[in-house]
């Protein structure tokens, strides 16, 4: 069984910063992108906020570009977001996700999710 497990979130001030971290925890087998998503709104879109390739190569949205920074350990298979300089308009629900391909299963990866974590900026 796969799961993603997030820690992190809360609530902070305009201009502090903040980590999330997850990690992809269980028979995980093949790990490829993993990233973070976000949900601003309820019933809203889940949108990217970065992810990284087992390369590491990264993708940040232009939202978040220069303020946040996405890491990853491999041997781990943990990532960790750090938010800085943190808007009111960041405040969402941050999902990780792992696209994955578990032992013994053939095919492409499969998208898993973490349960999300609040994270709420005061202005």
């Known amino acids: 069984q796969v799961q993603l497990v997030e820690s992190g979130g809360g609530l902070a001030q305009a201009g502090e910063s903040m980590t999330l971290s997850c990690v992809a925890s269980?028979?995980?087998?093949?790990?490829?992108?993993m990233g973070w998503y976000r949900r601003r709104a309820p019933g809203g879109r889940r949108e990217l906020v970065a992810?990284?390739?087992?390369?590491?190569?990264?993708d940040i949205a232009a939202a978040v570009k220069g303020r946040f920074f996405i890491y990853r350990d491999n041997y781990k298979n943990t990532i960790e977001l750090s938010m800085n300089a943190l808007k009111p308009e960041d405040t969402a629900v941050y999902y990780c996700?792992?696209?994955?391909?578990?032992?013994?299963?053939?095919?492409?990866?499969?998208?898993?999710w973490g349960q999300g974590t609040q994270v709420t900026v005061a202005s």
């Open positions: 269980g028979n995980v087998g093949q790990v490829g992108a």
């Open positions: 992810t990284v390739a087992a390369n590491t190569q990264t």
């Open positions: 996700n792992a696209k994955i391909l578990p032992p013994g299963i053939i095919g492409d990866p499969s998208d898993y």
